[in-house]
């Protein structure tokens, strides 16, 4: 009987303590809530996409990673290829649209219908550097500029090493300003192209090096 009668004593004092609290224990919670909200809105949204586009000029979709990637979004994605000259082997998910970067007009209509853009337009350091900055940085601010008109869900761009310069130790991820000497033609353009993805691309986007 006294266990009990000091239970009930114990119990209704932790309810007179939450009572007193009450106006703190609310307020915290709201506040919380609100860092939670605010944290979300932060993420990269979620998206579903039924088709995607990937982007090249001359050596993206019959290369190594263009490859790769149309055989592995076989089944996953409807694709829509645009490059200067029809890739190999079309399969029945993959539509062809003839289209360069250096060309707005193209572009626009190449990207029309894609939810998703990959990025792949390069070309290397055995051209002048007016025909390799017109495919590499022009070409990937035309892409960039069209993946926000078409509202596209996600910007993939396949970057490069070469963006680092010539860095020494090892360049992580998660850098981007501290590359260093890239005077060289390719390695500026590459790091010229990644600067766009990350200053001006308005919608949601991934780089890979």
């Not at 609100?34 to 993206?60: D, H, K």
């Not at 360069?100 to 350091?125: E, F, N, R, T, Y």
């Not at 550097?129 to 869900?153: H, L, M, P, S």
């Not at 090493?161 to 010539?166: F, K, Q, S, T, Y």
Request: glycine fraction near 8%; proline fraction near 2%; aromatic fraction near 8%.
């Amino acid at each position: 009987m006294e266990d009990r009668m000091e239970q009930e004593i114990d119990l209704s004092v932790l309810w007179r303590g939450i009572q007193r609290r009450l106006g703190w224990i609310v307020g915290i919670a709201a506040l919380l809530a609100l860092a939670v909200f605010v944290w979300s809105r932060s993420q990269p949204a979620v998206y579903e996409a039924s088709s995607s586009i990937i982007a090249s000029n001359t050596q993206g979709q019959d290369g190594v990673v263009g490859s790769a990637l149309r055989a592995g979004l076989q089944g996953v994605f409807d694709l829509i290829l645009t490059d200067l000259r029809t890739p190999e082997g079309l399969q029945a998910h993959e539509t062809f649209r003839a289209a360069d970067l250096q060309d707005p007009a193209q572009m626009k209509q190449a990207m029309q219908g894609a939810q998703a853009v990959i990025h792949l337009g390069s070309i290397a350091d055995e051209h002048t550097y007016e025909r390799i900055r017109a495919v590499n940085i022009d070409g990937t601010r035309n892409t960039v500029e069209f993946a926000k008109a078409i509202e596209a869900g996600h910007f993939h761009h396949v970057s490069s090493i070469a963006a680092a310069g010539l860095y020494e130790g090892v360049f992580r991820e998660d850098m981007f300003e501290e590359a260093e000497n890239y005077e060289h033609p390719y390695f500026k353009t590459k790091h010229e192209s990644e600067k766009i993805v990350r200053k001006e691309c308005k919608v949601h986007w991934t780089i890979f090096r």
